[in-house]
């Protein structure tokens, strides 16, 4: 059994506010690229696709950033939509998400409770 687990920045280093306590900003400030903007959707199908491919037993897709609600509830429909669409060996497939919760409403909140 081939397990797989990936932390995914969907929206780089991108958030919608700037908690003293987060070393995230200042670490950005550093970087010779300060943001990577938001991941398209085909490298979204990519990344999904491969780590479908090699994971048997259980995949877990954790989702952080900055703050990956930016990159909206589209983007997160979409990534649900291909992990179905490339899970040929019936692979276990779990999603977690680490948000500040400023954006979630209800359209949010019925989608995370849909998807477990």
Known sequence: ????????????????????YCFYHDEQC????????FMSEETLEILIQ???ESAKGECSFGFQGGEPTLSGLPFFRKAVKLQKKYNVHHTRISNAIQTN????DDE???FLAENH
Request: with cysteine; glycine share 8%; proline share 3%.
């Open 1 to 20: 059994m081939n397990s797989l687990s990936l932390l995914i920045k969907p929206s780089s280093g991108n958030c919608n506010v700037r908690c003293r």
């Open 30 to 37: 550093n970087r010779e690229t300060f943001s990577y903007g």
């Open 50 to 52: 491969k780590a479908l």
């Open 101 to 104: 919760g400023l954006l979630i």
């Open 108 to 110: 949010w909140a019925e």
